[in-house]
């Protein structure tokens, strides 16, 4: 079992920029996929990006080009860079990792990113 813990959510304006940070705890980090989603009011909980252990990654059109997905092995952690903010980004941001060959799905707790002005 893993336990995670985001960090470096905020208020940003427009064309702005933010990085989050998800630190992993309990568990093996480099036997997770990990992932980035964020949830804005009254939407579901969507896939932003995913990184595997060898750092293959792979992001939702909308934030190709803007958003970079990056993990740190020897320090459990995992990176969402955010550039080129808009306020369609605004949600809470929900780290996830899941073990390789399994469905079960670990959250951490969550961070919210504003984009206003």
């Known amino acids: 079992q893993v336990q995670l813990v985001e960090s470096g959510g905020g208020l940003v304006q427009p064309g702005g920029s933010l990085r989050l940070s998800c630190a992993a705890s309990?568990?093996?980090?480099?036997?997770?996929?990990m992932a980035w989603y964020r949830q804005a009011p009254g939407k579901q909980r969507d896939l932003v990006a995913t990184?595997?252990?060898?750092?293959?990654?792979n992001y939702e059109d909308s934030v190709k080009g803007r958003f970079t997905v990056s993990r740190d092995n020897a320090k459990n952690t995992v990176y969402l860079q955010m550039n080129s903010l808009k306020p369609e980004d605004t949600a809470v941001y929900y780290c996830?990792?899941?073990?390789?060959?399994?469905?079960?799905?670990?959250w951490g707790q969550g961070t919210q990113v504003t984009v206003s002005s």
């Open positions: 996830n990792a899941r073990p390789y060959g399994s469905a079960v799905n670990y």
């Open positions: 309990g568990s093996i980090f480099r036997a997770y996929v």
């Open positions: 990184i595997t252990s060898g750092g293959s990654t």
